[in-house]
């Protein structure tokens, strides 16, 4: 069975910090390109970055540079999205994604794959006071 499951998300205050998982069951993320993504409800998800299965770099949307940092642990076959400085606005369904393509040309977050194969179902973070 391949799937990948997040983990990490909760309730924080602005101005806090939360890291997200993102495990792959049933197959290596070694050679896949990983993507972040969230959602608020009536809205279409959003981009949030992404990481090159060549050697990953990051490229993240405007709204979350500087503040959230995508990484990759190999050895436990686990991508996380740290998140610092989190806003109200940063309230939504995350979602990590897995493709075996590579990164599209361009630069900056327009490299970053919309289509993945493989999609989690998700984890909630809520930013409020």
């Known amino acids: 069975q391949v799937q990948l499951v997040e983990s990490g998300g909760g309730l924080v205050q602005p101005g806090g910090s939360l890291r997200l998982s993102c495990a792959a069951i049933g197959f290596s993320l070694d050679e896949y390109s990983i993507g972040w993504f969230r959602q608020v409800p009536g809205k279409e998800h959003e981009g949030v970055g992404c990481?090159?299965?060549?050697?990953?770099?990051?490229y993240y949307a405007d709204s979350v540079k500087g503040r959230f940092t995508i990484s990759r642990d190999k050895q436990k076959n686990t991508v996380y999205l740290q998140m610092n400085g989190l806003k109200p606005e940063d309230t939504a369904v995350y979602y990590c994604?897995?493709?075996?393509?590579?990164?599209?040309?361009?630069?900056?977050?327009?490299?970053?794959?919309?289509?993945?194969?493989?999609w989690g179902s998700g984890t909630q973070v809520t930013v409020s006071s």
């Open positions: 994604a897995a493709d075996p393509g590579f990164l599209r040309r361009g630069s900056g977050y327009r490299r970053c794959r919309q289509e993945h194969d493989y």
């Open positions: 990481l090159s299965r060549t050697d990953d770099s990051t």
